[in-house]
């Protein structure tokens, strides 16, 4: 959210203390010191609403009904996880038991998940940083566990959806919605303020670390949005120094993932979102894992020292860990400089044609909608 900065002035009444009046005459100003405390409070709302209003777009997507919204948020999202928890946990016999918990897995065999492990370590990792250093960047972590060099269990994200199921979705079902953002500022509309705020916060989050970890196959089957607005990546099966295409590296050149399509939904790149806060947001989380950089290449280095190249991540060897520590450390020489070189980073990754047309080539290889 934008930060207001209100002052509101309050009457003097200098000619007289409280000593001084009557009981009667003591009302009448505490009423008057009210009516003015609401006056001031109402234009502060006011002014704080118009200062929002070029963000929130209140005119922009549909009204939905509470059957459309409804069924929109099963089809979409499916059963709500705690409302689901207590359905089955009613069923259980061990309900009783102060431990009972119901966990959502996928069982996967045939993959080593040591890399995907390590992955969500080093963004668990990100994450304190971001908290460390009291920025409102979104990472959502979760647990992976490597049971043996082809077997291991992956925590499952729970009321969220793929880009690719949604999309297929709007294409099929909901075709009332003209585009991504159509439907964003139509489901959310009743919370907008709260899922754009969620949605910049963990765009920027994600952008950051995708582009230190140059993490890749980023089509819109490994990113989700969950029912708060949030953003999530997942498959983390190429980053560092490997990525798909057998050497043609479709988004080898490519910062990061930014294409229109998610801009949009912050009313485009000239938007005040996107200008005054997706951008400023990842210049202050970049300066913050710059500060704390140790952090990330010592958990890289103990990994590499341990695994070497057998994992794929580590493929270049050395060289994946010097231009890890150089993505860090840019050549610039002061702030100013650094930030220009971060809004280039912005601008290159903004609509990058390697991007777009990895996605297409998803959609025609694998059928993944963009």
């Not at 009904?65 to 928890?85: C, D, H, L, S």
């Not at 490997?242 to 490519?254: A, L, T, Y």
């Not at 399509?261 to 938007?271: A, E, P, R, S, T």
Request: hydrophobic residues 35%; contains cysteine.
């Amino acid at each position: 959210m934008i930060d207001q900065q209100n002052i509101i002035q309050q009457p003097s009444f200098s000619n007289a203390t409280d000593d001084q009046l009557n009981d009667k005459e003591i009302e009448q100003i505490s009423n008057q010191k009210q009516q003015s405390e609401l006056v001031d409070q109402s234009k502060l709302e006011i002014s704080s609403f118009n200062s929002r209003v070029s963000y929130l777009q209140d005119g922009k997507g549909l009204v939905l009904t509470q059957e459309e919204y409804r069924e929109m948020k099963q089809v979409i999202f499916g059963e709500n996880a705690m409302a689901q928890q207590e359905r089955i946990k009613k069923q259980s016999p061990f309900q009783s038991l102060k431990s009972w918990q119901l966990v959502h897995l996928i069982i996967k065999t045939g993959d080593n998940l040591k890399q995907e492990q390590f992955a969500l370590q080093l963004i668990c990792q990100f994450d304190q940083i971001f908290k460390k250093e009291g920025l409102p960047l979104k990472l959502r972590y979760y647990e992976v566990l490597s049971l043996g060099p082809d077997n291991g269990m992956i925590e499952m994200i729970k009321n969220a959806t793929t880009i690719d199921s949604l999309q297929k979705n709007l294409q099929k079902k909901f075709t009332q919605f003209s585009d991504f953002s159509d439907f964003f500022r139509s489901y959310f509309r009743n919370n907008i303020e709260q899922a754009l705020q969620n949605y910049v916060q963990s765009l920027a989050a994600y952008c950051l670390v995708c582009y230190f970890l140059q993490v890749k196959d980023r089509h819109n089957g490994n990113i989700l949005l969950d029912d708060e607005g949030n953003l999530i990546h997942i498959d983390f099966g190429f980053f560092l120094s490997i990525s798909p295409g057998k050497g043609m590296e479709f988004e080898g050149k490519v910062p990061f993932k930014l294409l229109s399509d998610y801009i949009k939904v912050l009313g485009g790149v000239k938007g005040t979102l996107f200008q005054n806060h997706f951008r400023k947001l990842f210049y202050k989380g970049f300066k913050a894992c710059q500060k704390h950089q140790n952090e990330i290449l010592l958990l890289v280095e103990m990994m590499y020292t341990g695994h070497g190249t057998t994992l794929p991540c580590f493929q270049k060897g050395e060289v994946a860990l010097k231009e890890l520590e150089n993505r860090f450390n840019p050549r610039v020489a002061s702030d100013a400089e650094l930030f220009v070189y971060v809004q280039g980073l912005i601008n290159k990754s903004l609509d990058n044609w390697r991007a777009r047309w990895y996605d297409k080539f998803q959609y025609f290889a694998q059928g993944i909608f963009y």
